[in-house]
């Protein structure tokens, strides 16, 4: 099957830094990505989707100030928190879609984000 | 609001149980339901469906869809140790291709 990369793997940040969060397709090209956050013991949650070469689209209540997102290639997207606070530690997944004739999603390994 | 529910929330068995997982959805222009296992990192995939009363299975799991009561069941038989997991249901938007993901049933698999 297709294989999704995210990098790092895990990121221990003080507050008010910033963390960047690198989603990777590795052998097929991704024209969207899907960004998901997931607090213990919670469901994915999704907070946004990333199309190559446009902006990305929202969920009601994601700030897009503050997770920002960036699709500038077929096989790459990024997520960047700004100004990370306590509350925003998580587990960040992204999954980019195939394309494919079930246009199947697959996820990345997942990023842990603890914020001190 | 698109919405999808599993019950029940977790389960413990014995090894050799057989276990079912129940999934229900409403999801606004409905494509496909689909399941995920998820260990200590993210979901990996195990079944999609989108056709009513076809049984999809792989090993010792099996799925079905059931498209006028919005339902979807997850069975696995002679389970094990290594069945012990998140089992993740998620409902796909047409159109957008937004998965709505349940909040999951934790399944706990004792020796």
């Known amino acids: 099957g297709a294989v999704v990369s995210q990098h790092p793997s895990w990121v221990i940040c003080k507050s008010g830094t910033s963390v960047k969060i690198e989603c990777r397709s590795l052998?097929?090209?991704?024209?969207?990505m899907f960004w998901y956050r997931q607090f213990p013991k919670q469901s994915l949650m999704l907070m946004a989707t990333?199309?190559?070469?446009?902006?990305?689209?929202?969920e009601q209540g994601v700030e897009k100030d503050k997770f920002l997102i960036n699709h500038a290639s077929l096989t790459l997207s990024t997520l960047t928190v700004t100004s990370a606070h306590p509350e925003d530690s998580s587990f960040y997944i992204c999954s980019a879609r195939s394309g494919g004739p079930n246009n199947e999603q697959f996820f990345g390994p997942g990023t842990r984000l603890t914020v001190l | 609001e698109d919405k999808v529910v599993q019950s029940p929330l977790s389960l413990v068995v014995h090894e050799g149980d057989t276990v079912t997982l129940n999934c229900s959805y409403e999801v606004t222009n409905f494509r496909s339901l689909l399941w995920y296992k998820q260990e200590k990192k993210a979901p990996t995939f195990l079944f999609m469906l989108t056709s009513s009363g076809i049984e999809k299975k792989s090993g010792r799991l099996s799925s079905i869809l059931d498209k006028k009561e919005l339902f979807s069941i997850l069975n696995i038989t002679a389970t094990q140790t290594g069945d012990s997991a998140v089992y993740l249901c998620a409902g796909t938007q047409g159109g957008s291709e937004k998965l709505v993901f349940g909040k999951g049933t934790k399944l706990t698999v004792n020796p």
């Open positions: 990333s199309n190559e070469g446009s902006k990305a689209t929202y």
């Open positions: 052998d097929f090209q991704a024209t969207t």
